[in-house]
């Protein structure tokens, strides 16, 4: 890992051992399976949540349900060697996966 440093009152100053130690616990955390997963999760609830007057107006699209119900089934149809590819974004910020894209 490159030199980590911390700015204290616009003086930077440089890791220690125990905050290079936990900054790397922390990215650790961060790259694993169960983070990812997470993070997926939240994706796919904010989309289900966002979409859900198509369910409450009772008129939703063959193409809206599949899509729903691929979102419901993104654990069961993915693994963890996709998970990177599924919170995969643009410069822009938007997720790039054809999972996410909305009919």
């Known amino acids: 890992m490159s030199d980590l440093i911390n700015i204290i009152n616009g003086v930077p100053t440089p890791f220690t051992d125990e905050e290079k130690a936990q900054r790397e616990k922390d990215i650790a955390e961060y790259n694993s399976d169960a983070s990812k997963l997470s993070r997926i999760k939240r994706i796919r609830q904010q989309f289900l949540n966002e979409t859900d007057w198509w369910v409450l107006r009772g008129e939703m699209t063959t193409e809206q349900t599949a899509w729903r119900k691929s979102l419901r089934d ?24 054809t999972v996410w894209e909305k009919p």
């Open 74 to 97: 993104i654990p069961q149809n993915y693994s963890e060697a996709d998970y990177d590819e599924l919170l995969a974004r643009d410069e822009q910020g938007n997720l790039t996966h």
